[in-house]
């Protein structure tokens, strides 16, 4: 098919920084092209069967992290806090929905960001906006905002010790089924979604003690061990090109920097260099559509990045605000289904649902998050296609950047905990409120 992993580099790329030290740059590439991957070619292939499941309607997607991710404190804690937030939705959406949530971290690489605009003015002085920790810094200096190839190799350490640490987490016993009440952080616990949540877990504990009694086993890895796969966007495409390597058992081309990418709303145009990059490499990967998206043109997507038609292979991931996903959502389900190609929908309420409040801060409100995802579900129900899954922004502290949810955070609160390094994100006590919010949805 023509295609090689720099064959992108013929095409135009959108949103990319202005590296100044192509020297640098370079050097950075041929550095990473070397460093062991971060994932496997079979870890990728495992995460695209259970993908192929949810476009069966046989298991759902649950998508969730950090918009950005941040290379300050940078700790254990954290990702300890993030993975626990997304067990414990995942336990509310297999518990009520009976079929397995396929957990996909949107972490160990979420560090790009594309932007509506690619200078920031403040007091009349212009410079690059903020384009992720692995581009350039958030301090409006010059300093800051110049992008720096160096960060490129920061982001890899990172990952790298981000995905050990979740590798231990999901295989050494803290994601043991028998643990599921630990995983309530102490402010989540207090609040009425905590408090449902440890009513569930108390299920979950009978049911395994149960089990026990009655001399059945539950000595199987799926109660003692998570899967836990990662994904970012794929936005940097030296670093992407970079990771991606052949497989020696199948010859096939992986992008090893995650097991899953996708192309984000600003980048996906059909004749881009990101589309370019995607359609070669065998992961499974996502591509945002927001509601400018027409019919022919998902379609002539879906036939560019999955021409096999692949079950498991594509995940389009709709964010049309829960205003437009009513009127703009079903034609784009109707061509799709029409075309035949195996897709998996997953819903991201979060980026058409972003305002300013009067405090002055980029927030989302919760009422209108789970608007779009109740939109979704009955747009898919008229249509007879499945919701496969959603993909939230998600944080396992305590912050106040999204409002609203049954432990209110009111516009006064916003400034308490606004930590976001981009976009606001759902608190841990908000995302297991979804949780069970998308669950009665599912039932
Ligand atoms: C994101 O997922 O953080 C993002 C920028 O989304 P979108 O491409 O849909 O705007
Ligand atoms: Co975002």
């Not at 643990?179 to 877990?201: D, K």
């Not at 049911?207 to 940097?236: C, K, Q, V, Y």
Request: charged share 25%; net charge negative; proline share 6%.
């Amino acid at each position: 098919m023509n295609w090689t992993p720099d064959s992108w580099r013929t095409f135009e790329a959108l949103q990319q920084p202005l590296w100044p030290e192509q020297d640098q740059l370079d050097r950075v590439e041929k550095t990473l092209s070397t460093v062991p991957p971060l994932v496997f070619a079979g870890e990728t292939r495992d995460l695209r069967q259970r993908l192929a499941k949810v476009s069966r309607g046989e298991a759902f997607l649950l998508q969730a992290g950090d918009c950005a991710e941040s290379f300050d404190g940078f700790n254990a804690d954290q990702i300890r806090d993030k993975l626990k937030v997304i067990l414990q939705m995942a336990v509310v959406l297999t518990y009520s929905s009976g079929v397995p949530a396929i957990k996909v971290g949107r972490i160990a690489g979420q560090f790009a960001k594309p932007r509506s605009n690619p200078t920031e003015t403040v007091d009349g002085t212009e410079l690059p906006s903020f384009l992720g920790h692995m581009v350039n810094d958030l301090p409006f200096s010059d300093a800051d905002r110049r992008p720096n190839p160096e960060r490129l190799l920061h982001a890899y350490n990172q990952s790298a010790s981000t995905l050990n640490l979740l590798r231990a987490f999901t295989k050494g016993g803290f994601a043991d089924l028998h643990r599921v009440n630990t995983w309530n952080s102490e402010f989540v616990a207090q609040s009425p979604s905590g408090q449902r949540y440890a009513q569930l877990g108390d299920e979950i504990t009978r049911a395994l003690r149960f089990m026990e009694a009655a001399g059945i086993s539950s000595h199987h890895p799926e109660i003692h061990e998570a899967d836990f796969f990662t994904s970012h966007e794929a936005l940097i495409l030296q670093y992407e090109e970079a990771l991606t390597r052949k497989d020696s058992l199948t010859g096939d081309w992986y992008n090893c920097s995650a097991h899953m990418v996708w192309i984000g709303e600003r980048t996906r145009k059909l004749d881009g260099a990101h589309v370019e990059f995607f359609r070669g490499i065998h992961n499974p990967i996502g591509c945002k559509i927001g509601p400018t998206a027409t019919p022919d043109e998902v379609v002539a997507l879906c036939d560019a990045l999955d021409p096999d038609r692949s079950p498991g292979r594509l995940t389009l991931i709709s964010r049309m605000g829960h205003q437009g996903v009513a009127e703009g959502l079903p034609p784009l389900l109707k061509a799709v289904r029409e075309s035949g190609h195996p897709v998996v929908w997953a819903c991201d309420p979060m980026h058409g649902n972003t305002f300013t409040a009067d405090s002055g801060h980029k927030t989302r409100d919760f009422e209108h998050v789970v608007a779009e995802v109740a939109g979704f579900f009955s747009a898919h129900k008229e249509a007879g296609t499945h919701p496969g899954g959603i993909h939230v922004e998600v944080t396992g502290d305590d912050v106040t950047e999204c409002v609203g949810g049954a432990s209110v955070v009111e516009t006064t609160d916003l400034s308490k905990r606004y930590e976001t390094m981009c976009d606001p994100r759902l608190n841990a006590s908000q995302g297991i409120e979804l949780a069970f919010r998308v669950a009665e949805l599912l039932q």
